[in-house]
């Protein structure tokens, strides 16, 4: 009884000491942070990257490299995903968790008339990440959601998940390439392989649709798998 | 928001980290103290009656977007992180019969 308490008593010193540590580090906050870098972006981000979006201009252009293997872990948990949920016993369908009997008839008629809207929404904020908000991987989570709600209109329909996995592992292939070309036009490597300004758009969009469907695919897979998994 | 609160944030992650009998609240606490990291760092990058980083009207002051571009890997990143331990609790319910963590690393000691 009391050793627990002694316990929870020396952890709580130990985070106070954290917490201490953290607002003298926060005193001097000039040397944690600075915006010499916003400076440089605000300045030179729209010539060199041709994205009004700076963010999409950032992790698209600057920081290709970071978000190829962010790409890549979102495959490799994907896949993980899978091999974790595999069965031994064939399962027949998924459709003992969404019973068509307690899912009120409301729902899913508005469903019926909200599923296109999402689409639509899901790839304009893809293919306009260089202007506005959004890009790739916030539209490719509404595109996930939007395909989501088509378990609620057809509980019979089924998703290969083999073929997603194969998909996945193509774009993947065609990310790295696409970065990769860049060496061959203006020799570094995981930039804009496109030199003039007025086409620079092209790059951009075709890197985001393809990290935007490579996201909506990975969702989807991750949730047919846990649908599997309740019994 | 202050810096100090979002850290304040990540604390409570930890401690229930450490304190947690249940393997699921375990998964709770790892997404708060994600919660708390992506708060701080957007905290750092703020600025008062800045606007978002789009470069659509000439003269005007904006937050800094180099946190921003770091989030959307973390968030990302977090989504399968907890997708994955997630995956792996319902493997653990159906090989030991409970969540508890006690009683897992029991049972597991003797088999």
């Not at chain 1, 440089?40 to 698209?60: A, M, Q």
């Not at chain 1, 600057?62 to 978000?67: E, I, N, P, Q, V």
């Not at chain 1, 293919?127 to 989570?141: C, E, K, T």
């Not at chain 1, 970065?179 to 790059?203: C, D």
Request: glycine share 8%; proline share 3%.
């Amino acid at each position: 009884m009391v050793i627990p308490l002694i316990k929870r008593l020396v952890l709580l010193i130990m985070l106070g000491g954290l917490l201490y540590g953290f607002i003298l580090a926060m005193n001097d906050l000039e040397l944690v942070y600075n915006d010499f870098g916003k400076e440089y972006f605000l300045l030179n981000g729209l010539r060199e990257t041709g994205s009004l979006n700076l963010v999409t201009g950032i992790y698209l252009d600057y920081r290709l490299f970071d978000s190829l293997f962010e790409a890549g872990i979102l495959l490799i948990a994907v896949s993980g995903v899978m091999w974790i949920s595999q069965h031994k016993i064939q399962e027949k369908n998924a459709s003992f968790m969404l019973d068509k009997q307690k899912t009120p008839e409301l729902f899913i008629i508005f469903s019926r008339l909200l599923y296109p809207i999402m689409l639509v929404f899901g790839f304009y904020v893809i293919i306009n990440g260089h202007l506005s908000p959004g890009g790739g991987f916030q539209g490719g989570a509404i595109v996930a959601t939007a395909i989501l709600i088509l378990y609620y209109i057809d509980i019979t329909k089924t998703i290969d998940v083999k073929l997603i996995l194969t998909i996945e592992k193509i774009l993947f292939m065609a990310l790295v390439l696409i970065g990769a070309l860049s060496f061959v036009t203006t020799g570094h490597p995981f930039t804009n392989f496109i030199r003039q300004p007025e086409y620079q758009a092209i790059y951009l969009m075709t890197l985001n649709v393809l990290i935007g469907v490579k996201v909506a695919l990975g969702l989807t897979a991750i949730f047919t798998a846990f649908l599997k998994e309740g019994r | 928001m202050n810096p100090i609160l979002t850290f304040i944030i990540i604390l409570i992650g930890f401690y229930g980290l450490a304190t947690s009998k249940n393997i699921i609240k375990s998964v709770f606490c790892v997404t708060i103290m994600e919660t708390g990291i992506i708060l701080l760092f957007l905290n750092l990058g703020n600025l008062e009656g800045g606007m978002i980083p789009i470069l659509d009207r000439l003269g005007i002051a904006i937050v800094d977007p180099i946190p921003q571009a770091l989030m959307i890997t973390t968030i990302v990143i977090g989504s399968t992180i907890t997708s994955l331990a997630l995956m792996l609790c319902i493997k653990i319910f159906h090989h030991f019969g409970s969540i508890e963590w006690k009683v897992v690393l029991k049972r597991e000691d003797k088999s």
